[in-house]
């Protein structure tokens, strides 16, 4: 069984930039979740993918923007890079329909905005 | 809106004492509540839910509806349990989660 997979793991970007961030869900899972954990904090939702459709959105500006595809692997893209943006991205799959809770959660994507 | 609150950033006891991790939440809603656990160099990972009301590695948590609570709890402390503890408040679906900030648990000799 294939995990969670993320890349890249780190990342530099200068403010105003664009940036796509990439995850590959745990073999069998159709739901897609990512989430923003700046330092010191505790995740905080995005954005949920379910079949290629956006399934969900929290607290985050239209500048975040992400896609699904037909094989449930999902990008994450942030338009007009801030500094507040700088934190670990994680990704989260899970098997819709189960409401287990159990995310399977990935090694994160670290961005750093000067 | 819903909050998780997780008081302790730091929560340090030695090795056999008991240990009480708090977390409160406020939700309008019917509450669903987990424990996620990161271990030093991996991934973020359930611990328990309070729906199937199980232990796992010797912890349990109890949902208090009234004094809106979910507090992990274990009776004796292994250094195997040094780690970050989040808790987390399902909203929604199941998937989406609200975190507290977290308490890392350090036991010590």
């Known amino acids: 069984e294939t995990g969670v997979t993320q890349s890249p793991t780190h990342l530099i970007k200068t403010r105003g930039q664009q940036v796509t961030l990439r995850c590959s869900s745990q073999?069998?899972?159709?739901?897609v979740s990512w989430y923003q954990q700046a330092l010191g904090q505790g995740p905080q939702f995005i954005f949920q993918?379910?079949?290629?459709?956006?399934?969900g959105r929290g607290n985050f500006p239209p500048r975040f923007s992400g896609l699904q595809f037909p094989n449930y692997s999902s990008e994450l893209n942030v338009n007009a890079l801030e500094l507040d943006d700088s934190a670990l991205y994680l990704c989260?799959?899970?098997?819709?329909?189960?409401?287990?809770?159990?995310?399977?959660f990935g090694e994160g994507s670290r961005l750093t905005v000067l | 809106a819903q909050r998780v609150t997780q008081p302790e950033k730091l929560l340090s006891v030695f090795k056999g004492a008991p240990v009480e991790l708090k977390c409160n939440y406020s939700?309008?809603?019917?509450?669903?509540l987990f424990w996620y656990v990161q271990y030093s160099r991996q991934r973020l990972q359930l611990l328990l839910r309070h729906i199937s009301r199980e232990s796992i590695k010797g912890f349990t948590a109890d949902l208090n509806k009234g004094e809106t609570s979910f507090h992990l709890k274990k009776p004796f402390a292994q250094e195997e349990d040094s780690a970050m503890y989040y808790c987390a408040l399902a909203t929604g679906t199941a998937s989406k989660l609200t975190f507290g900030t977290g308490t890392r648990l350090q036991v010590t000799l």
């Open positions: 939700y309008s809603g019917s509450p669903e």
């Open positions: 993918y379910y079949r290629e459709e956006e399934n």
């Open positions: 989260a799959s899970s098997l819709a329909g189960r409401g287990t809770g159990e995310l399977f």
């Open positions: 073999s069998g899972h159709n739901t």
